[in-house]
């Protein structure tokens, strides 16, 4: 079974920049498709970016092409978040998922998410 952990989330002011990390103790994250989504007060969850080794790297919002970027650390077992020039818009809960495939649209397995809250 496994069990993503998200870290890194934190308090940052417009402009700034954080990184958000997604592990497994359980599993290599190597052979999955690993997404990040993430979630504002009042809305729906939704689609950030996305790895995989098949599909390279898929934006699922326009509005982080540019300033968000994802990455892996075989070694580390870990999957990035960098985030640039954070707005107060992107202040969320951020959540990473696996699954096969990125265009699939179906996650398998969930972390328990890491609040980002971007303000002045």
């Known amino acids: 079974q496994a069990t993503l952990a998200e870290s890194g989330g934190g308090s940052v002011q417009p402009g700034g920049s954080l990184t958000l990390s997604c592990t497994d103790s359980g599993f290599t994250l190597d052979h999955y498709a690993i997404a990040w989504f993430r979630q504002a007060p009042g809305k729906e969850r939704e689609g950030v970016l996305c790895?995989?080794?098949?599909?390279?790297?898929?934006y699922f919002t326009d509005s982080v092409q540019g300033r968000f970027s994802i990455f892996r650390d075989s070694a580390k077992n870990t999957v990035y978040l960098q985030m640039n020039n954070l707005k107060p818009e992107d202040t969320a809960v951020y959540y990473c998922?696996?699954?096969?495939?990125?265009?699939?649209?179906?996650?398998?397995?969930w972390g328990q998410g890491t609040q980002v809250t971007v303000s002045s």
């Open positions: 998922a696996a699954g096969v495939f990125c265009s699939a649209q179906d996650w398998n397995f």
């Open positions: 790895s995989s080794s098949s599909e390279g790297r898929t």
